[in-house]
Each structure stands twice: as C-alpha cells, then as structure tokens.
C-alpha cells in the first residue's frame, strides 16, 4: 500500500513550481565547514536555488553513542550556514516518521512533486553507497550529484555504485535537477579536508565545540 503523507506537513522552506533544491543529509554532528562547501558548489555548478539540510535524529549507520542531542546539532548547523542564505537546515525527518533515507526521499516528493530535487552526497558517501538501505531505489528516485572529498575519490570510482549505475553519469549543469533518474553527476574542485569526525576529536581538547557534545 503506497504510504501517505500528511498535507499539514508545512514546507521547511521556499518551495514553488520548478525550483531546484539540493538535498544533503547527515548526523551534522557537527555541521563543519565541508558541508557548506558541498552546498555552496551544488548551488553554483547546478543552478540550485536552495539546499536543505536535513538533519537526522539518529543515522542508522552510525552508533547513537557519542551523537550530541539533535537540538544541539541543529543549533550548531543553522550556525554554521548563516553565511549562505539559501541553505535552510531542518528536521523534517521528524515530521515525517521516517528513519532511511530512501523513505525520507520517497515522502519528500511526495509532499513536494512541483520541485526538481537532487540528491547531495560527498564521494567519500558514494564509495558506501552499497551499504545504504535500497540503495539503488535511491538512485532511482532523484538525480544524485556527488561532490569529491580529499582521500576518497578513487575508491568512489571503483564504488559498488559507480559500477552499477557507470552508464548514468552525466556533467552537472543548470539542468541537471530536471533529469529523469537514475543520473549522476560528480561535481570536482577545491576540496576542502574537514570531517565531522575530526572535528569531535578536536572538540575532545577544546571548547570550541563543548556546547555541542553529549551532555
């Protein structure tokens, strides 16, 4: 039976007919300066008009222990992107009971067909893609344009992924949003090093990120 999803659930942000919106999502514990520089390329090399971040109560490929409270996570997200307007950060996972990804997709457009979605992951993802529930329902969902991280790039193109899905890669244009998937594009450039991970073993020596951490 093909799930509903309830209409009072009020868009997290802009949302109109034929904008193209990115979606990146995560633990963001914490959001770091590579997830705003993953947003602000998919932004420039495909026109988007808005990437959302979505925020996850829990991922289920991660252990909960160590994971800052999803308030705090969500604080410190909204803080790091102030600079860019056009990324919105979010907990809509919570509004719509979903936990995988595939769900959480499939319900978005659902509730939100007059949108171009695209799927946002850096390559360092792509090269686990396969470990992801119906991973390749994902890919078949929305177009997915992946961002090279340093350290990750060549065992993403040896990925399970880029394997099954070889003949769907495409170049990223302003275009890119409206392909009928499944349609990969990898975006290159400056690669900016930070990780979630390093920056809780910094946070182990610091305050900067004490407000953050699990109480």
């Known amino acids: ?19 193209k919106i990115g979606l990146l999502g995560g633990s963001f514990n914490p ?3 590579g997830h705003v520089h993953i947003s602000a390329v998919a932004l420039r090399r495909l026109g988007l008009d808005y990437v959302w971040w979505l925020v996850a109560p829990q991922n289920p490929l991660k252990p909960s222990f160590g994971m800052a409270p999803l308030g705090k996570r969500l604080d410190f997200a909204r803080a790091e992107a102030r600079a860019e307007p056009r990324i919105v950060v979010m ?13 959480t997709l499939t319900r978005l457009k659902q509730r939100f067909g007059q949108v171009h979605f695209v799927w946002l992951m850096g390559s360092d993802n792509l090269a686990g893609f396969e470990r992801w529930r119906r991973w390749q329902d994902i890919a078949r969902t929305m177009p997915i344009a992946v961002v090279t991280r340093p350290g990750s790039v060549l065992t993403m193109l040896g990925s ?12 990223g244009d302003r275009r890119f949003a409206m392909r009928r998937p499944p349609a990969f594009t990898v975006l290159d450039g400056p690669r900016n090093r930070l990780s979630s991970t390093v920056l809780r073993a910094e946070a182990a020596t610091s305050e900067i ?3 953050i951490l699990p109480a």
Do not use: C
């Open 31 to 33: 959001a770091h300066a």
């Open 160 to 171: 399970k992924a880029a394997t099954r899905f070889a003949k769907d890669f495409v170049r």
């Open 1 to 19: 039976m093909r799930s509903v999803v309830p209409s009072w659930i009020r868009p997290p942000g802009p949302v109109a007919p034929g904008l």
């Open 209 to 211: 990120f004490v407000n």
């Open 91 to 103: 907990d809509i996972e919570q509004a719509l009971g979903t936990r995988y990804t595939i769900d």
